[in-house]
């Protein structure tokens, strides 16, 4: 599912109910971090591609995986750090 439909639901759920503010904070970090790993995950993802094609550049999707889960596991660890801190 692509982020944006996704925070949307998960905004109107959280809003909803009396959600932890912990569980609100590990939703917004799922919903921001989890097109990293997916070209389809998030609509900027794949306007950057369209743009990036039309200049002749290839991204491999297993390309895109390898480095997205790389950089989603960083952000993770620090977004992780700086809410217990």
Do not use: C, Y
């Amino acid at each position: 599912m692509n982020n944006l439909p996704a925070g949307l639901i998960a905004g109107s759920v959280i809003q909803s109910g009396h959600t932890p503010e912990m569980v609100k904070s590990a939703v917004l970090i799922g919903v921001d971090l989890g097109p990293n790993l997916s070209i389809t995950g998030s609509l900027a993802t794949i306007l950057w591609l369209v743009a990036l094609r039309r200049e002749a550049q290839e991204v491999k999707a297993w390309t895109f995986l390898r480095l997205g889960s790389v950089i989603m596991t960083t952000a993770l660890i620090i977004t992780l750090l700086s809410l217990w801190i």
